[in-house]
């Protein structure tokens, strides 16, 4: 039960500061851009399931616990607009390799553009979305 609140606190924050971030989560050989991609994907076709694979610490999640994480992105992102569309800006790989930021560009549902960054950590399965 602490993984789950953990997960929907950070979901939330995540939510409010990123507006958005697969079906099966990252890949080992995925860049940050395509863990980016895939999860912002995810955003816009509203699988909000899909999406919270790619955050950190979620492998180890049960079925019930992800639902429940992405029933409340699927609130946020609802009062947010959604998104309709994203552009990957810029991908900035820290020098040892274990944090990664994805600058991008967010269009939501009612024409609204902005930039935001998401924030990304090196896990052994590959990159993951950081809950900050």
């Known amino acids: ?12 924050l995540a939510a409010a500061m ?27 076709n509203e699988d909000y399931v899909g999406m919270v694979k790619y ?4 492998a180890d999640a049960t079925e019930e616990e992800l639902k429940e994480a992405a029933s409340v992105i699927a609130l946020l992102y609802s009062l947010g607009g959604g998104v309709k569309d994203f552009e990957i800006l810029d991908e900035e790989i820290e020098d040892d390799g274990t944090k990664a930021e994805v600058k991008l560009r967010l269009t939501d ?24």
Do not use: Q, Y
């Open 1 to 12: 039960m602490k993984k789950l609140m953990t997960i929907v606190v950070a979901s939330l």
């Open 18 to 44: 990123v507006g958005c971030g697969g079906n099966d989560g990252a890949k080992k050989g995925d860049s940050p851009s395509d863990v980016v991609k895939k999860a912002m994907t995810c955003a816009v």
């Open 55 to 58: 955050f950190n610490g979620t």
């Open 109 to 132: 549902t009612k024409g609204g553009t902005r930039e935001t960054d998401a924030d990304l950590v090196k896990t052994d399965a590959g990159w993951a979305l950081l809950l900050d």
